[in-house]
Nanobody, 125 residues
Framework: QVQLVESGGGSVQARGSLRLSCAAS????????MGWFRQAPGKEREGVAVIAGDERTTYADAVKGRFTVSIDIAKKTLYLQMNSLKPEDTAMYFCAADRRLPGYCFPVLSNFAYWGQGTQVTVSS
């Protein structure tokens, strides 16, 4: 049974930084496709960043140049380094995982079967 547990959320002022972590258990890293999504109040869940087994990364336009997704397979942990945070980054952030061949890992909800419970990020101006 795959279990994803996020941590690292919190409150920060604009232009600050946070690092989210997602600890995975029961997940097979062959052809991995893992990523981060976020959902603000009253809005739909949206893709933020994903990383695939060939270490290819894809980012939403809103976070390009500010966020970095990475993975430590030995520690079975996914990370999201968030710099230059803006109030519009305020949301619940979710970790997601599935298995996809390289080139087929996109930040689309339907691509992911496994989800964490989320961690809240609040950015104040």
């Amino acid at each position: 049974q795959v279990q994803l547990v996020e941590s690292g959320g919190g409150s920060v002022q604009a232009r600050g930084s946070l690092r989210l972590s997602c600890a995975a258990s029961g997940y097979t890293y062959s052809h991995y496709c893992m990523g981060w999504f976020r959902q603000a109040p009253g809005k739909e869940r949206e893709g933020v960043a994903v990383i695939a087994g060939d270490e290819r990364t894809t980012y939403a336009d809103a976070v390009k140049g500010r966020f970095t997704v990475s993975i430590d397979i030995a520690k079975k942990t996914l990370y999201l380094q968030m710099n230059s945070l803006k109030p519009e980054d305020t949301a619940m952030y979710f970790c997601a995982a599935d298995r996809r061949l390289p080139g087929y890992c996109f930040p689309v909800l339907s691509n992911f079967a496994y989800w964490g419970q989320g961690t809240q990020v609040t950015v104040s101006s």
